[in-house]
């Protein structure tokens, strides 16, 4: 059984550029969560999709946004990038919405902005 | 989000060692949560909290919730190499947020 899976492992963009990350969650969960995890410090919510809709966001700006697909499967996209984007980008995915206990991450995509 | 104060934010143990590392909060979560990360992976969860004053082990991993609700602990007993990583807590109201971790390596 496959845990959680994000594609690609390694991104190098330059600024104003735009990305989009992807992530399949792990076998019987439906909920996928996205983070954005700096250097040096813990993750930070972006946002979760439940039944293909946005559920909950942190306190991030328009210019991410996001997908979720009928197998649940997800998308992260982000616009015009900053020099400040350049993170790890984790994908958590759960059973339910209340599932935090059962979020499994994947092993993230690492971002670089130049 | 709500900011938790994670602390020490590194500690080098030796084998044998007990270590211990908190995490405190202005605001009070329903759920305190403790996660190791490893370089390359994501972060994987050790010990779920649920209720006030709650003590819960996971092998050599004991962790508490605050009676106040904005703190934890984490103790890891007769450290051991493999215990190195990134531990992080998180607590959670409506949304999930992490501290900004303590990082434990082996003192040569």
């Known amino acids: 059984d496959a845990g959680v899976t994000q594609s690609p492992t390694h991104l190098i963009k330059t600024r104003g550029q735009q990305v989009t990350l992807r992530c399949s969650p792990k076998?019987?969960?439906?909920?996928v969560s996205w983070y954005q995890q700096a250097l040096g410090q813990g993750p930070q919510f972006i946002f979760q999709?439940?039944?293909?809709?946005?559920?909950q966001r942190g306190n991030f700006p328009d210019r991410f946004s996001g997908h979720q697909f009928p197998n649940y499967s997800s998308e992260l996209n982000v616009n015009a990038l900053l020099l400040g984007d350049s993170a790890l980008y984790l994908c958590?995915?759960?059973?339910?919405?209340?599932?935090?206990?059962?979020?499994?991450f994947g092993p993230g995509t690492r971002l670089t902005v130049l | 989000g709500q900011q938790l104060n994670q602390s020490p934010q590194s500690m080098f143990i030796q084998e044998g060692e007990d270590v211990s590392m908190n995490c405190t909060s202005s605001?009070?979560?329903?759920?305190w949560l403790w996660y190791k990360q490893e370089p390359g992976e994501g972060p994987v969860l050790l010990i779920a909290?649920?209720?006030?004053?709650e003590l819960t082990s996971n092998g050599r991993l004991t962790a508490q919730f605050g009676i106040t609700r904005k703190d934890s602990f984490l103790n890891i007993s007769a450290s051991i190499p493999s215990d190195v990583g990134i531990y992080f807590c998180?607590?959670?109201?409506?949304?999930?947020?992490f501290g900004a971790g303590t990082t434990v390596t082996v003192r040569a």
């Open positions: 958590a995915s759960s059973p339910g919405l209340s599932g935090y206990n059962e979020q499994f």
């Open positions: 076998s019987g969960h439906d909920t």
């Open positions: 999709y439940y039944e293909e809709e946005e559920r």
């Open positions: 605001s009070i979560f329903n759920t």
């Open positions: 909290l649920y209720k006030a004053g």
């Open positions: 998180a607590g959670r109201m409506d949304k999930l947020s």
